[in-house]
């Protein structure tokens, strides 16, 4: 079982900085194995992909967060971050940790595992 905790969401004017956090609750043996993400969704509109992060490391972005945001994870302490940075008002939205052993479910943005959320809100 695998039980995802956001935090570090909050309210921050355009050009601010917010830093993310996931607790994730597992057994270790489990932790090694996870593909990990962090996805959003903004009111009225569909869940869309942030950035993803493979058990070696490895990262991919959306083109609105290259350059921008930061994903990192520290296996040590059993925590996925997102570092977002230079914050626009269209980042405003619910932003989910999510996880799963299978790349290509992660990739096709349906992992097993979800977070309940930490909202973001950028005033412009």
């Known amino acids: 079982q695998v039980r995802l905790v956001e935090s570090g969401g909050g309210s921050v004017q355009a050009g601010g900085s917010l830093r993310l956090s996931c607790a994730i609750y597992?057994?270790?043996?489990?932790?090694?194995?996870?593909?990990m993400g962090w996805f959003r969704q903004a009111p009225g509109k569909e869940r869309e992909e942030v950035a993803i992060?493979?058990?070696?490391?490895?990262?991919r972005y959306a083109r609105f967060a290259q350059d921008r945001f930061t994903i990192s994870r520290d296996s040590a302490e059993s925590t996925l971050f997102l570092q977002m940075n230079s914050l626009k008002y269209e980042d405003t939205a619910m932003y989910y940790c999510?996880?799963?052993?299978?790349?290509?479910?992660?990739?096709?943005?349906?992992?097993?595992?979800w977070g309940q959320g930490t909202q973001v809100t950028v005033s412009s």
């Open positions: 992060i493979d058990y070696d490391d490895g990262t």
């Open positions: 597992t057994d270790t043996e489990y932790l090694v194995n996870l593909y």
């Open positions: 999510a996880a799963d052993t299978h790349r290509e479910s992660i990739l096709h943005g349906r992992p097993r595992h």
